[in-house]
């Protein structure tokens, strides 16, 4: 079963002012569709053609590079879409997943400054991540290269991503141009917090 690109939960002129209209059509129509074209090249006709992209992604460091690279794109973006929303509807972080937030960094405002400057702190093309850990299901922040991202083995914190911020400069650039830091703070206006909580609860039951 070969991968298709998701139909997106918006428009793309929904996330201005914070993602511009021409930044989401090349985002998604260019990169995004790139990344599933090129798994589905890889993978046809071999074993892994039935195989989930969570499934691809934990054996990707067997594989070759367009794999890994591919299925990463593949996935982090599935992830990226859904996890946005038009600030005409956002609604704010659930007292509940605050708390859990809380209990694991200290505070709200030290998670947003931990995630804040692990997306800033990425040298490069990359992605900066909240996720439950696969030891101890306790929510943790890292940064990955690249498409790379913790499902994958050798990961420098393994586990479930429920919230990546793409830092990558094809998802600011036409904007913000070199102001990572500008993106990385409006992209707080647009997080859809009822889908990362949801993500979180489906990654401490499997």
Sequence with gaps: MLFKLPK????YGDLEPYIDRKTMEIHYNKHHKNYIDNLNKSICNTDMESL??????????IESSIVKNNSGGVYNHNLFWKILIPSSKFVDISLK???????????FDIF?????????????????WLCVSNNEKKLIICNTSNQDNPIMYGSDCEGIPILGID????????????RRTDYI?????????????????????N
Excluded: C, T
Aim: proline residues 1%; hydrophobic residues 35%; glycine residues 4%.
């Design 8 to 11: 997106l939960p918006y428009s």
């Design 167 to 178: 830092v990558w400069e094809h998802a600011y650039y036409i904007k913000y141009q070199n």
């Design 97 to 107: 997943f605050k708390e859990l937030l809380i209990d694991n960094f200290g505070s």
């Design 52 to 61: 989930s992209i969570e499934e691809i992604l934990r054996r990707s460091h």
């Design 112 to 128: 947003k400054k931990k995630l804040h400057d692990s997306a800033m702190n990425k040298f490069g093309s990359g992605w900066a």
């Design 185 to 205: 703070y409006n992209f707080w206006k647009i997080i859809n917090w009822k889908e990362v909580e949801n993500n979180y609860y489906n990654a401490i039951n």
